[in-house]
């Protein structure tokens, strides 16, 4: 963590606009982290901006009851943050600290939390699939090693009980070390009482990190807690050969902290008042993923993210979309009609799915997408002008779409299939169609 | 030397400095940056590589160059970052304005000792080799060298060591070049030529000419990369260049695995600077590329420049509007992009090149609009400029119609220029194609009438005329770019096709105004509907029996 021996310089405040503070002759490097010393304890910021000997600092606890009789004094360090293998089975805060009540992790390596960038020439191309135990994930929509599918949910539905399951129940066949990291964005208090209590019930094994960033923070740590949790990813993947996937979100939550930075600090805003580096920013986040060739490890995301009033067109979906190599939609829709995990599965796509799937995956994932399409465009006929102008044929189909969507497409919270299961229940029901 | 007074996202204020406006600055020791703006004695400093970590005083000296790119037979068939540094190197990216090429390639000199040259000359060949292929590309003596070759010596050399001495400069393989300066050329040559690319829907109403200009915007999820990644493939050009401004890695990676497979990897340059890589030099990547490609046109090649894409530099030049604080025109872009964009733009053309010959740079460029929503400024502006506009509409991509082109809004400024092409292939596909691009637009408003009346208040004219424009839209439009046959069509194949559904459609009218009947040859349809994937030859002579069935002969 921050060590407060280096510190300093002390200087004092000259003005305050929360969450930036402004500070005369820090001596500090763009970047650094600096501490802000108040009466009832310490705050940490970073520097944003220097003009002169004028320092922009922006606070990551938020300015509240602050005054310009603060000091403020340099680290002289960027963020950065200790990762370690002794993670592996721990609830941290959002910014790391234990939230476990289990000691702080020590000895780790200490690493600036902006991470890699892998050279697209030493990528390799996703071809392995991860098995989540969710058929609409693993037989319809396959999530690939080393690839980003972005979540995209109808507000109020319930995501977090999802991801829970696909952090227990995720398995990648081929590797022995596979760990996954959970990134909590904005987490409200009711969910984080349910992810202690599945911590509790289920015990989440050795093989995850959870890091919560809960609604109550202060909101600047928001825009830290996903550059953590994947700096600790890269640390297990990079230097530790595990083959890791990352669940975050909402992140909802964290654009509009940065849009509620931008507009604090002036800047010029763009679309419903994001800022205009909205896609670099969420870029810098959603591609640190990937395999490198001929090397060990691996970092696939899952990040999740609400649409607001289920619109696929507002800027945070619709720039994830141009990012994430495919989404899974989950509407309030599916969820009416009983179908849970409520995916809108005519919607949702993988990008990377041909590279990873056996030839009679393929086929039965396409027979099942084919049926279901034709299925739901008789169904939708039907509940205009109802069931009786269908004739035998439509009627059969609009049958198998639903018991596709009671048999298939849904399945328990406790429910764990195999691919092969979901493909031989996908199999029973097309044959019903032959 | 001058010092950093000032930092705020990837821009400094710097004062003191010799600097010209886009020259490029050293920053502290690995630092660097061009020149963006002066007020004063305040510069203004864009920054390729890491802000984090620098501070006020940190000392900044002009270098005396604007940024410029190494061009030389190095670039062939590798892959580099926005501003031309290998990405082979290491498997973590840093960026870089080195190109750190140290492999040596072998010079044959063309031109013997005593000889007089001009700017631009070819004055010998470098060999390149990848795997067991060979192939030789001119070297070109830079644009500002001419005189008597003093000397000139065969040999194997790396890519920066001289290798011939003409007037008073030393010239070797690769010379730099500024990448925001146009490389200049005798004289704009009327180019007349199509660039093929295999794509029925774009050979047959979109075509591009050679030397022209092209966007496809389109949002996400409506088949632009693998779109995309096709056109580039097949397009018959001698040279092509990517660029991968702003886009995924993973993607990436895909593509530069497929180049790998393609066995044509020596024709190609790819740069990529993916999303995650420094913001400012995705903007300069655009001009890295373009420049790269006219080096290729100098040496008299058909060169194609791909952007990947273009609302990734439109973007990049905003985000350092903003930081600049210039005053925004539509959705945030400053007022100047348009102009840059036009200057870009350009750049394309078919040229007389120094040399003597004829060299053709197409661009094309893909646009990304936000929710997918044709009417922002990016598209807009773009649309104003270029000569085709291939749109993508994500409605058709949901309704599984790839490529998911939008035949209302999309345009091409050279369809009657090119024309002329389709009657050298067979005799008499100019008019067909101009009789069925009448079908579809026709067709496309005959469906939208019978979603309303249903199809059986439609009259026998738009009964036919929609029976065949879905016949098209199923034959020819839509093209499996998975399938190993469908996602290339040569145009002997292609005019075949159009003269067949053409004949048909007359077929059709013929029946209905001699005889008044209405009578759709369902099997003739379908075997129309399974040419797209038959080889050419097996095409050809299914046709002529088509034609037979028919009643033709």
Request: glycine share 8%; with cysteine.
């Amino acid at each position: 963590m921050f060590d407060w021996r280096k510190a300093i310089a002390y200087e004092s405040l000259t003005s305050i606009k929360d969450p930036v503070v402004v500070a005369k002759g820090l001596n500090a490097n763009y970047g650094d982290v600096v501490v802000v010393e108040l009466q009832e304890g310490r705050r940490r910021g970073q520097v944003i901006g220097i003009h002169e000997d004028i320092y922009y600092i922006q606070v990551f606890e938020g300015t509240e009851g602050m005054s310009e009789e603060a000091r403020i004094r340099n680290t002289f360090k960027p963020i950065t943050i200790e990762v370690s293998e002794l993670m592996l089975g721990r609830v941290l805060s959002g910014l790391g600290e234990p939230k476990d009540g289990k000691p702080p992790i020590k000895a780790g390596k200490e690493k600036d939390i902006n991470g890699l960038i892998l050279s697209p020439y030493y990528r390799e191309v996703p071809h392995e699939l991860i098995e989540t135990g969710i058929t609409s994930i693993d037989l319809l929509n396959t999530l690939v090693k080393g690839q980003k599918i972005a979540m995209f949910a109808s507000p109020g539905l319930a995501v977090l009980e999802l991801q829970m399951q696909i952090l227990e129940q995720s398995i990648l066949n081929s590797s022995k070390n596979f760990a996954v990291v959970f990134a909590g964005i904005g987490l409200s208090h009711d969910e984080e009482h349910y992810i202690f209590e599945q911590i509790e019930n289920s015990g989440i094994g050795e093989r995850s990190i959870l890091f919560l960033n809960s609604d109550k923070d202060p909101s600047m740590e928001a825009l830290l807690t996903p550059r953590i949790a994947l700096t600790a990813a890269e640390y297990l993947a990079h230097e530790r050969g595990y083959d890791v996937l990352v669940l975050m979100g909402d992140i909802t939550n964290y654009a509009n902290v940065l849009r509620n930075l931008a507009s604090q600090k002036g800047e010029l805003t763009v679309r419903e008042g994001y800022p205009s580096y909205l896609f670099t920013d969420l870029a810098s986040i959603y591609e640190r993923c990937g395999t490198l060739q001929g090397r060990k490890g691996s970092i696939t995301q899952m990040p999740f993210l609400t649409m607001p009033n289920d619109d696929i067109t507002h800027p945070v979906p619709d720039t994830t979309g141009y990012i994430s190599e495919g989404q899974y939609i989950l509407t309030r829709d599916m969820l009416n009609k009983g179908v849970n995990p409520p995916m809108d599965i005519l919607n949702s796509l993988s990008r990377m799915m041909h590279f990873a799937v056996t030839l009679e995956q393929d086929k039965v994932s396409k027979q099942v997408y084919h049926t279901y399409a034709e299925g739901k465009k008789f169904q939708d006929i039907a509940n205009m002008i109802g069931m009786d102008v269908l004739d035998e044929q439509a009627k059969k189909f609009v049958r198998i779409k639903e018991e596709m969507d009671e048999s298939l497409l849904s399945q328990g919270k406790d429910e764990n299939r195999t691919l092969k299961q979901s493909i031989a229940i996908a199999k029973e029901i097309l044959k019903k169609a032959a | 030397m001058g010092y950093i007074t000032g930092i705020e996202g990837y821009i400094l204020t710097v004062k003191d400095i010799d600097a010209h406006l886009y020259d490029l600055v050293r920053i502290g020791d690995e630092g660097i940056g061009e020149v963006i703006s002066i007020e004063g004695r305040t510069y203004f400093i864009q920054v390729f590589t890491p802000v984090q970590g620098l501070s006020v005083g940190e000392k900044v000296e002009g270098l005396g160059e604007p940024l410029t790119i190494q061009l030389g037979p190095h670039l062939a068939g590798h892959f580099f970052d926005g501003l031309g540094a290998n990405l082979e190197l290491q498997p973590f990216y840093k960026p870089t304005l080195k190109a750190k090429i140290t492999k040596r390639i072998e010079f044959i000199p063309k031109v013997k000792k005593g000889r007089k040259i001009n700017k631009g000359a070819v004055i010998g060949e470098a060999v390149l080799k990848m795997g067991k292929e060979e192939k030789h590309i001119p070297v070109l003596a830079p644009p500002n060298v001419f005189g008597k070759v003093i000397d000139i010596k065969g040999g194997k050399y790396k890519i920066d060591e001289p290798v011939a001495e003409i007037g008073v400069f030393k010239v070797a393989m690769s010379h730099r070049w500024p990448i925001r300066k146009a490389r200049p050329y005798v004289k704009h040559a009327w180019g007349n030529n199509i660039l093929l690319t295999g794509q029925r829907i774009i050979d047959a109403f979109l075509p591009v000419l050679k030397g022209g200009t092209l966007i496809i915007p389109g949002g996400f999820g409506c088949g632009k990369t693998v779109f995309q990644h096709n056109f580039a493939k097949f397009a018959d050009a001698q040279k092509k260049v990517f660029v991968g401004c702003g886009e995924r890695g993973n993607e990436m990676a895909d593509f530069i695995e497929q180049m790998k497979n393609g066995g044509e990897l020596l024709d190609a340059t790819i740069l990529t600077n993916t999303s995650n890589m420094p913001l400012v030099a995705r903007e300069g990547s655009v001009y890295a590329g373009v420049t790269i490609a006219e080096y290729y046109r100098d040496m008299g090649y058909s060169v194609l420049l791909m952007i990947d894409s273009l609302s990734r530099w439109a973007e990049a030049i905003r985000e350092v509007a903003g930081i600049m604080k210039t005053l925004p025109a539509e959705a945030g872009y400053p007022p100047y992009l348009q102009a840059r964009m036009e200057e870009f733009f350009s750049r394309a053309g078919c040229v007389k090149t120094l040399n003597g010959k004829e060299g053709c740079l197409t661009i094309s460029s893909s646009v990304s609009p936000p929710s997918g929503d044709f009417s922002e400024p990016v598209t807009q502006y773009a649309a104003a400029i270029v000569d085709n506009a291939i749109f993508l509409n994500t409605e058709l991509a949901y309704a599984k119609i790839y490529p998911a082109v939008d035949m209302e809004i999309s345009f091409s400024k050279h369809k009657n220029q090119l024309a002329n092409y389709w009657d050298t292939i067979d005799k008499g596909t100019a008019k067909a194609l101009q009789q069925l691009e009448y079908i579809i637009h026709k067709g496309m408003e005959v469906e939208k009438i019978e979603r309303i009346v249903g199809a059986d208040a439609l009259s026998t004219e738009h009964k036919i005329t929609l029976r065949v424009f879905r016949l098209l839209r199923n034959a020819v439009l839509i093209q499996n770019a998975f399938h190993p046959i469908d996602r290339y069509t040569e145009p002997k194949k292609l005019a075949a096709m159009i003269n067949i559904i053409n004949l048909y459609y007359s077929y059709l009218i013929n029946l209905f105004s001699k005889e008044h009947t209405l009578s759709f040859k369902e099997d003739i349809e379908e075997d129309m509907e399974n040419l797209g994937t038959m080889e050419t030859d097996k095409c050809l002579s299914k046709v002529k029996e088509l034609r037979g069935r028919l009643g033709y002969v």
